[in-house]
């Protein structure tokens, strides 16, 4: 199958689908293959749900011309992305970092489109199956594509770049994540920097945050322009609230702006000041900027600020957890101004053979501070119950919420912080 044939069906088309349960009136539907689940399996129900056609790896029981046999649907999947993103020719700006990616994206999002008109990776389609979806939600109108994109192991960003072919290029930062599929964290550090390597080579230009040593380090030889909070970088900001939500005030081309936000830690001020940053250099006015952050609502269990009706301020930040961000914030919910702090932790997940030792440094730094309660979720945390007599360990969030039901924590600031495999969501009824 030539992949222009498939693309003239394909702009005629209302996009496209990897989901048969999901599939809408007009969609081409492709038949990715899973561990447990091939697609192929489904192609035919698609089809009866209103799909034009299907892109399968074997010959289905339907007319020849409602589906295409290709050796490699995924493959598939991402060439057309490519040749949809070239010939639609929007600007295309790649996000990728540790920590903080997901919250950088949605802050640019919503500066650029106060000016154009836009594209970007929603919820979590940030990898080698979201992306492609992304870019193929974009239409000949859309001026900007704003791709977050995932890594867990070497190569991966890469590779993403070859379908993106991203324009610009911002790394948020790089810390320990996914020890188990890098297997170290200079591998972790080569992977990131393989955005930087693409720009360098087929793009226009970074943005970098200035203040972190390893990246303003590997940008020497780049075009960038930078922000930070220290020296003189483009875009210079200056915390001025740290609690219940960050505002700062932020220096460009000597006039100093007033900046609010609806996002608690302090760490957030580099996102937020990348976004101004984008935001300037597509010279989005100024006001619209301001006016695009104050607004912004962290939602999905990032740094979100909740009240309870047991009078209990809740820092929700469950969406993961790794030993940099989770360092992070625990430093971060210490220096709260506050009568009584609970922790809760979630177990961070994948990461290997670190996982003893990390999860020992997280207790061992709660250790450190001056918390009134500490509760541990998972079985990470729970093999080490023993040397910790004062804090409370449980296998999971069911058996938390029952302590919690019995002995109810009232009129306290708690940090709620774990991988998303640990759901500590759910505990939020009892609180």
Sequence with gaps: MMIIDLYNRFIKSN?????????????????????????????????????????????????????????????????????HRLQINPIVIAITGTNGKTTTKELIKDVLQKKYKICYSKGNLNNHIGLPLTILSANHRTEFIIAEMGASHQGDIDFLC?????????????????????????????????????????????????????????????????????????????????????????????????????????????????????????????????????????????????????GNTIVMDAYNANPTNMKIVIDEFAKMETNSKTLIMGSMLELGDYDNDEHIKILELIKTKNFHKAYFVGESFYKHKNNYPDYIFVTNYKELMEIISKQPVNNSSILIKG?????????????
């Design 419 to 431: 991988s998303r495999g640990i759901a500590l969501e759910n505990v939020l009824p009892v609180l």
């Design 162 to 310: 070859s379908i993106a072919k991203p324009d610009y290029g911002l790394i948020t930062n790089i810390g320990k994540a996914h020890l188990e599929g890098f297997g170290s964290f200079d591998t972790i550090v080569k992977t990131k920097l393989e955005l930087y390597n693409y720009i360098k080579s087929n793009g226009k230009m970074l943005f970098v945050n200035s203040d972190d040593k390893l990246l303003i380090k590997e940008s020497y030889n780049f075009n960038y322009i930078s922000y930070g909070t220290k020296n003189k970088p483009d875009v210079k900001g200056e915390l001025e609230i740290s609690f219940p939500t960050l505002s700062l005030s932020w220096n460009y081309q000597n006039k100093t702006f007033f900046q609010k936000t609806q996002l608690f830690g302090t760490y957030n001020i580099y996102n937020v000041l990348a976004a101004i940053n984008i935001g300037l250099y597509f010279k989005v006015p100024t006001q619209k900027i301001i006016d695009a952050i104050n607004s912004y609502q962290p939602n999905n269990n990032r740094s979100q600020i909740i009240k309870t009706q047991r």
């Design 15 to 83: 996009g496209v689908s990897v989901d048969s349960r999901k599939i809408n009136n007009g969609q081409i539907f492709f038949a990715l293959k899973g561990e447990k689940f091939d697609g192929d399996n489904f192609a035919v129900d698609a089809i009866k749900k209103g799909a034009i056609c299907a892109v399968v790896s074997k010959p289905i029981d339907l007319p020849e011309n409602m589906y295409y046999v290709v050796d490699n649907t995924l493959a598939s999947l991402q060439k057309l992305a490519t040749y």
